[in-house]
């Protein structure tokens, strides 16, 4: 019984998506500045990119900014933690596609490229960012 509760334990360990092992990407991205940098380059960006803008229309975009910031933070082995809603919730009805989310994910790349971060970190965060997909798209 016991070898079967750590068993489920490893299992489930397994699973989630665990913190990054260190702060090196933290470092590389710039800090919470650099961070917070990328996130509003991003968001400038969606508000040209036309596939996208609908969705952010009516949004609060200042709390948008702050749990983004936080929530790339946390994903990039940083000091924060992150204080806003579910993926699952933060994005349930807007019935988000798979182009959506390319269009975002190559948003957010030209952003990084603005801010002078190289493709190998650049890789780093997108690939903290891609099991989200699931949760975040409908179709
Ligand atoms: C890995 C991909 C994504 C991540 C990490 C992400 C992250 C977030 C976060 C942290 C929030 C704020 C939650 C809160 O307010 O507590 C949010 C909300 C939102 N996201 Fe995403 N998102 C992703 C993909 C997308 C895509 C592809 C779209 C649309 C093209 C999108 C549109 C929105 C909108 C419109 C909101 C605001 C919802 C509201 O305030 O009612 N997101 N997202």
């Not at 596939?51 to 975009?61: A, M, S």
């Not at 933070?73 to 699952?88: F, K, L, Q, W």
Request: include cysteine; hydrophobic fraction near 40%; charged fraction near 25%.
């Amino acid at each position: 019984m016991r070898l079967l509760s750590w068993f489920l334990i490893a299992l489930l360990a397994g699973c989630a998506q665990q913190p990054p092992e260190d702060d090196s990407l933290y470092l590389a991205l710039g800090e919470r500045p650099g961070i917070q940098r990328i996130v509003e380059g991003m968001l400038l960006n969606v508000a040209r990119d036309q596939r996208i803008v609908e969705h952010f229309r009516k949004v609060d975009i200042v709390r948008l900014r702050d749990k983004l910031v936080e929530q790339l933070c946390v994903e990039a082995g940083g000091p924060c933690r992150y204080t806003g809603d579910s993926m699952a919730e933060s994005h349930k009805g807007q019935n988000l596609t798979r182009s959506d989310f390319n269009a975002l994910v190559e948003d957010l790349i030209d952003a990084m490229d603005a801010e002078g971060i190289c493709v190998p970190n650049q890789n780093r965060l997108i690939a903290r960012l891609a099991p989200m997909r699931g949760e975040v798209i409908e179709k």
